[in-house]
């Protein structure tokens, strides 16, 4: 079901506190772009409260700011907004984001929590005049629900259906004017006509390190510790991509500045406290380095079988397959063939190996 909060209830400011769809088996790893219940709330001390202080994703935040500002001017509930993208880049604070600069509550829920049209229909019924309903995971609702949500979206009203068989009839109840916000991690998997009914859609993409410096250096400051910019470039650049992987480094720094260090957070204390998590300059942690290094030496570059590959490292397939290749893909140390995977020349030169004769690529 539905919680409500209002903007001015949601915490101070910070990123992408929002659940997302990950594998559980990543709650462990320091470099998981999803995060736990706890870490939630631990996140929401820094969330940003307005799109002036959201750092990052210029493009889609300069666009967003104008749909806002046009509705406010004509007194209207704006466009319904698809956000999708990676976990972890702001889509559940820019839902929260979009509520505050409206001056409106926010409802929020998700996909797998609405198993029925009936528990959509008492979401949507319970709606306040201009209110933002965020639906989180929406490419995870079930289908009856998902129809539902097309003519609630579209015309402002649910039919409530009264009796069983041949007797029953339908009710039409009229909806106030609302805002849905959608999130998803995966936009290939929504249904055309649910992604039509968005009249704004923004993806959001892995932040530059320099963008990631100021939300590492703007935390430290919500957190109440000082840090030097060699400490938050170097966070900033182990933290791929992703800001509340950047903020998440920056909590294990300032605790191990605390404890094993002076307190301060320079070049020194950032790097002796991620090597004590085992994060490398690459932002590679361990199963991401057992895999590469089980690809090269115990296969020789590969090509192998997903299955195998996780059997070597200790890990399920499901594990390795959604945790940690896609991102080993996107820096170019893994490759995926019709045959399996395969390593590459980066790959080789990041673990300090020398790659076979044939290794071209």
Request: charged content about 25%; glycine content about 10%; some cysteine.
């Amino acid at each position: 079901m539905a919680d409500q909060l209002d903007p001015e209830q949601t915490g101070a400011e910070g990123y992408a506190v929002g659940s997302s769809e990950f594998d559980a088996s990543g709650f462990d790893r320091l470099t998981s772009s999803g995060a736990s219940d706890i870490e939630r709330a631990a996140e929401a001390a820094l969330r940003p409260r307005s799109l002036d202080d959201f750092v990052g994703q210029r493009v889609v935040r300069d666009q967003l700011s104008l749909v806002l500002d046009a509705a406010k001017g004509r007194g209207a509930a704006p466009d319904h907004v698809l956000l999708s993208g990676p976990p972890g880049l702001g889509k559940t604070t820019l839902a929260m984001i979009i509520a505050a600069e409206l001056g409106v509550s926010l409802r929020v829920t998700s996909g797998p929590a609405i198993q029925h049209a009936g528990d959509l229909a008492a979401v949507l019924s319970s709606l306040d005049e201009g209110e933002v309903l965020f639906i989180d995971e929406i490419h995870r609702l079930a289908r009856p629900a998902e129809e539902l949500l097309y003519v609630a979206m579209e015309d402002f009203r649910v039919d409530v259906v009264v009796g069983k068989g041949a007797g029953a009839s339908a009710i039409p109840l009229s909806l106030p004017r609302f805002t849905a916000v959608g999130a998803t991690t995966r936009a290939g998997l929504l249904p055309a006509p649910l992604r039509d009914r968005f009249g704004f859609t923004g993806h959001l993409d892995f932040y530059e390190a320099t963008d990631l410096v100021r939300v590492v250096t703007r935390s430290a400051g919500l957190l109440g510790v000082d840090i030097e910019p060699e400490a938050a470039s170097e966070i900033a650049s182990r933290s791929r991509g992703t800001p509340r992987i950047a903020n998440r480094l920056l909590r294990r720094v300032r605790d191990w500045a605390q404890v094993r260090g002076d307190g301060k957070l320079n070049l020194a204390a950032a790097r002796a406290a991620l090597e004590v998590y085992e994060v490398d300059p690459r932002g590679l942690d361990r199963l991401d380095r057992a895999v590469l290094t089980a690809l090269c030496t115990r296969f020789g570059g590969g090509p192998v079988g997903l299955s195998t590959l996780a059997i070597t490292v200790g890990e399920e397939p499901e594990t390795v397959e959604t945790v940690a290749e896609p991102f080993l893909v996107r820096e170019g140390l893994m490759g995926r063939t019709p045959r399996g995977r395969v390593a590459t020349l980066e790959t080789w030169r990041h673990l300090g190996l020398v790659p076979p004769a044939d290794t071209t690529t």
